[in-house]
């Protein structure tokens, strides 16, 4: 069955220091993997989406890389600020053309 | 650009009860989605339609859970009868026409329920 995991625990860090969420998954063929944040209480926003051909993208402080042999994504966040604090969910396609499968997503905490 | 609406914000009702969520999606948007997340998990898909067909409902509890989208515009997702395991949030989202999955996804606030 198709999996999608993240660190199941919550990743507390000091401000200014880079976060780094890691997405793992299996049988699935991605074209594409996409990263969302969500705030307590808020649906999810969208951050950035990575293609199969991409091996890293970035905006801003935010920088996703994509080893479709690995089949992992990691979802850093350079100079992190407290405002980071919220939950960061991981989406894949179910089938091309089909909806977004979604990962337990992982709570980041930055404290000053 | 208004965004996904959605309501009620909260609900509270009572096992064997009916209830029903509203979603405006975003305007011009051809998929709408309702998904479906208890605390703790990540957004599960109940239905996607596309305009206002159904594109893929594998996952909606189909004897409790109904879902329609009339005018390819609206939808509501209706539960009846309720059960307690069926307290979550719902979340609906839709798409802009030409992206479908292959783009990012609009989510509205959404409907958390309880059910007692």
């Known amino acids: 069955s198709q999996k999608i995991e993240q660190n199941s625990e919550a990743l507390n860090i000091q401000e200014g220091k880079t976060a780094t969420l890691t997405c793992n998954y299996t049988?699935?063929?991605?074209?594409?993997l996409q990263w969302y944040r969500q705030d307590p209480g808020r649906g999810p926003v969208f951050l950035l989406l990575i293609r199969e051909n991409e091996k890293e993208k970035r905006k801003e402080r935010l920088k996703v890389t994509f080893d479709t042999t690995l089949k992992q994504s990691l979802f850093h966040i350079t100079a992190s600020q407290p405002a980071d604090s919220a939950t960061y969910l991981c989406a894949l396609e179910q089938n091309s053309g089909y909806a977004l499968n979604f990962g337990k997503g992982t709570s980041l905490l930055v404290t000053p | 650009e208004a965004g996904v609406a959605q309501s009620p914000r909260y609900k509270i009702i009572e096992k064997r009860q009916s209830v029903a969520f509203w979603c405006n999606p975003i305007s011009g948007h051809a998929t709408l989605y309702w998904y479906q997340q208890i605390l703790g998990q990540g957004p599960k898909l109940l239905i996607q339609f596309q305009n206002n067909g159904v594109v893929d409902d594998s996952q909606l509890p189909k004897d409790r859970f109904s879902a329609e989208r009339l005018k390819g515009v609206d939808s509501t997702l209706k539960i009846q009868p309720a059960k307690l395991e069926d307290s979550a949030v719902y979340l609906c989202?839709?798409?802009?026409?030409?992206?479908?999955?292959?783009?990012?996804?609009?989510f509205g606030e959404g409907s958390r329920l309880t059910v007692l």
């Open positions: 989202a839709s798409s802009a026409p030409g992206q479908g999955a292959n783009g990012e996804l609009f």
């Open positions: 049988n699935y063929s991605p074209a594409y």
